[in-house]
Structure formats: structure tokens, C-alpha cells
């Protein structure tokens, strides 16, 4: 029997083949909230929680000297479970390693060189959450994702797709350095300038697996950039909550069709809508709903007859943003024009609205109205699907019927679709990315490795399911006709299978599906030649979900 001295100052036994399974009654930990499949093996032989550089780096170099993989876990989001591994690999919790004061910081020196911007020091142990709220108490702002409990660490690496993707681009877009440990345990300072090809790879290659990365260096946008009430330029936004309908669905989505198709459209714009099954926990996200609870529960009575004291229906939901780029660019009739037709849903659905509100206010504080802030969206079990499309002509096509006769089959109540109707919960979010002037588009040759930013529209189709096989078999079966709608020749949506990392599904073994994540063989082998260098061992290669090495 060996030891090794845990991080939080207890002694675990370790046998060398395999690591004892152990795990620690006085923290809350999680392999991760994935969607992995049965034969993944997400239970790591020894969970650590360091405290420090010196922690991992004991850590990265026992792992070396025994044989053992490491993983890296910051939030647990990473929806393959590619952030824990097996029995025979040691999983890094970071969750509470940097949370220190000086983890979280707006540097003082110059800022960014190239684009003027304030520089923010964070640390990957913190959640998007504490992240929005600490820009906010400084008047800052990045684009990032919508779910409060994600964490900074893989987040960064995957892109930090957002609701501010056409305005600003992905929060990867905007790292500017990466402090990092590598194999040998020696920290590094990582930017553009000083190890070009290291960076690409890092941001938008294979995350988890060239190092544990400790904190980014992330340039910021000021309020005061993007807000001039003295002109009237203001960021507006709109949230707009419904009852499940599929007129509404529709309606809302012939939008984002005729957004996506359009590629003069103005980077201002961005747009995303959502649909949520029934007993989605609504009050956090929209929880300004949380002052009117009596008022929108006989609305709902009213309009379906569902009790609302005991069950949220299922709803339908829009963000709607508008920001302006300088004092010159003012709200005009015609940008009020694209607000007003989602407001006239307010009146023309009259019924079915639950919340039409419009939102002025500093981009700081606009950015926490996009956030959900409950950990997953159902206690379940789920299969996921995120399908990109370059496509400019879905306004033409048939889309927008076939989601919708899609999604319509588990939604409503249906003695047709009975059983996946009460074994099936959707979490559905579609959104515009493309246009000429868009910058998730703009910024595709920025030294970063996010792929298919040619991308007009990002649909991510989550179908949880209660925890039996007739569940998950309802789940894969309707997951099963989406990917014949979605992808192939004959696709009113994308010919292609294009997937983003953050929302990996299916197959886990990176060198079979590829494809479906790299734009060509020579991107995806330019990253496999730094996992070589950065992973000669196989030490951060804790499971198939990573690029390749590739020797030289």
C-alpha cells in the first residue's frame, strides 16, 4: 500500500491497480452532470481537491510517476463527462482551489495593447455566476454562457457561447493570457504572442489536456463604451415569456430563421429563443415573474386550466438585445420596429403572455437578465443534440415546421405522443449567430481554434427523461429523428454534422468523431502536435474525448 497525502489534509490509501474508489463526507462533490453514456466509466479511483499550485503540481507529479491519468474538473458542466475519468485516474476538483481575493481582480497595469480594453484576472474555481456579478460591481462586461454554475475553466476553453455571440463574439474571443501548470509542473504564462500555436490549441482544441489551467487574463468591454444616455443610445433588451403554443413557437422562430438569413444584419442584434417543459423551475429565469405570483397563476388558469400552485406549465421564451457600438448609434424607429413584434405577441396572444418586458440598462447589468440560475434545468437524466448550421436560406425551407413538429410531439398533453409526453422534458434553445457584420463570424481568424464560425444559427435540443430504459430509450429514439431532420443531403437544416464541445453528445472517442468538431484534418492534427508536446506521457489523456497526439 502507498499514500498519498490528500489536498484537504487527510490520508487515503492507494493500491496501484486499481486506485481505491474514495470519495469525501465533508464536501458536496459531483464526476459531473453529464449525459454520458452506460459504458463510460465517470467514477475516478481518487477525487482531489487542492488548495494550491503546490497541491497540483504533488498531484501532476505522482500521477506521472504511478502511471495514473488526470482530469480536470472546475464546474462539471462538460455534458460527455469528459471533465472525470475512470478508476484508474486521479479527477482535480478545482472548485475551491483559487477563491482568494487576488483570483478575481481588474489588473492595474495598462490595459490590453491591441484593443485598449481593462484586463480581468479570474481564476477558474469561479462560476459564472460570481464572474457577471463581480464585472458588475466594476462596470465591466464579456460575452459568456447563461448558466450561473458553470465555471470559468472549461467554459473558457469551449468557446463561452452566449447571448452576446453576434454583438461581441464567444468569451474565448476575449482571453487574452492563460496561466497555466504543465506536465512537468512548472507554471506558465500563455498568450498569443509568446506561444502562438499553444494558445490556438488551448482555446477552442481539446480542453483538459495540455495542462491544468489556473486563472485567464480576460480583456473586458466598459459600460461607459456602450451606453450614452445623453444621445438616447442605449443597450434595450426584451424578455418575453409564454405559455406553450405552437403559433408562438413559430411565430418566434420564422424570426431567428429570417435573422440568420439575413447577412447585412447589424452586429447590434442578438436573439435566441427557448422552449421548456412543463415544471421547468420559471422563477429562475425570469424572476422578476417572483412580485406577480398570484396574478400569473390565474393566468394560467384562465388560459389552460392547469393549476399553477402545483405545476409551471410549459413555456415558451425570447431574449431579444439591441446594443449600441458608439454615441452615433442611436435607437431609430427601425430598431424599435424589431422590438415592437415581439411585444405585439403580448397583445395578439393575449392569453398565453405571462411577461412582455422591455430592459434599459448598462450592458454590466443587461448581461445577468440572460442568466439561468439553477444548476440543470430537470433532476433527470438527458440526451443531448447541438446542431450548427451555415445555412442562409431556413426562412425558405421547411425548419422551422419540422423543430416545431418536433418539439410538439413531448410538449403538449397528447394521447398520441402519451408516453413521451409524460417521460420526456425538452430544454431547448435556439439562437441567431451569423451575418457578415456578426462577430462570432468576424472573429474566425483571431488565433483561436472554435470551430464553424460560419455558423448562422445554433440550435441545442436537451431531452431529459425519467431514469428507466423505456425513458432513455423514448430519448434516443426522439433524438434519433432529429438527426435525420438536422444533418444529411437532404437537411432543410445543414448538410453536414457540426457539434461545438461544450455540448458533446454520442460517441466519445475524439479520433473517430472529429469531424464533427474540427473543420479539416489539418486543424485538427495542428492541435494534436501541441497535445504531443504539452501530454508526452499521457498524463492529461483521462479518457477517449481528446485530441490525438500527433508527433512531429
Known sequence: METIQDFTGLQY?????????????????????????????????????????????????????????????????????????????????????????????????????????????ASVSHSLGEFNTFLKQNKLFVP????????????????????????????????????????????????????????YAITGGSPGNFGIITHWTIEAHRDQDHDFPETGARPHGFKGLWLYNETVLKLLLNEVAAMADDLEMPRNFDLCCSVLSSSFPIFKLVPELDENRGKIRQLIEDAIGVDAHTKWPACVVLYAQWVPMSAEDLYTKEVDAWFQ????????????????GNIVKPMSQMTGEWLFTNPREFD???????????????????????????????IPPSLKHFDLWTNCFLSIQIQAMGG????????????????????????????????????????LGWQAANDKLMVGENSAYSKKDKRVLWASYGDWNMDKVWPTYYEDREKYERIGRQRYLADPQGTFTPNPFCVKAVKH
Request: with cysteine; glycine share 8%; proline share 4%.
Open 13 to 121: 490509501p492507494l493500491t496501484k491497480d486499481p486506485i481505491q474508489r474514495k470519495t469525501y463526507d465533508d464536501h458536496n462533490v459531483e464526476y459531473a452532470t453529464s449525459s454520458h453514456q452506460k459504458d463510460h466509466d465517470m467514477f475516478p479511483g481518487l477525487i482531489a481537491m487542492p488548495k494550491n499550485d503546490d497541491d497540483i503540481i504533488r498531484a501532476i507529479k505522482y500521477a506521472k510517476s504511478n502511471g495514473y491519468a488526470v482530469s480536470v474538473m472546475s464546474g462539471g458542466h462538460q455534458y460527455s463527462g469528459a471533465c472525470s475519468t475512470h478508476g484508474k485516474g486521479i479527477q482535480l476538483n478545482l472548485r475551491l482551489t483559487y477563491k482568494a481575493p487576488q483570483d478575481l481582480v481588474v489588473l492595474p497595469q495598462l490595459p490590453a495593447p491591441d484593443s485598449n480594453r481593462p484586463l480581468v484576472y
Open 144 to 199: 459568456h454562457g447563461q448558466c450561473t454554475d458553470v465555471h470559468l475553466g472549461g467554459h473558457g476553453q469551449t468557446g463561452g457561447y452566449g447571448q452576446l455571440a453576434r454583438a461581441f463574439g464567444l468569451l474565448g474571443d476575449h482571453i487574452w493570457g492563460i496561466r497555466m501548470i504543465d506536465h512537468s509542473g512548472e507554471v506558465k504564462e500563455v498568450t498569443k504572442k509568446s506561444n502562438p500555436e499553444l494558445f
Open 341 to 356: 413584434k415581439f411585444r405585439n405577441l403580448d397583445s395578439f396572444l393575449k392569453y398565453w403572455c405571462i411577461h412582455a
Open 380 to 410: 433527470h437524466p438527458y440526451e443531448k443534440r447541438t446542431y450548427m448550421t451555415n445555412s442562409t436560406t431556413l426562412a425558405k425551407g421547411k425548419w422551422v415546421d419540422q423543430v416545431s413538429d418536433q418539439i410538439n410531439q413531448v
Open 436 to 475: 457578415k457584420y456578426s462577430q462570432y463570424f468576424a472573429n474566425r481568424n483571431n488565433g483561436t481554434a472554435y470551430s464553424w464560425r460560419d455558423s448562422t444559427v445554433c440550435q441545442d435540443l436537451d431531452c431529459f427523461h425519467v431514469e428507466s430504459d423505456k425513458g432513455r430509450e423514448l430519448a
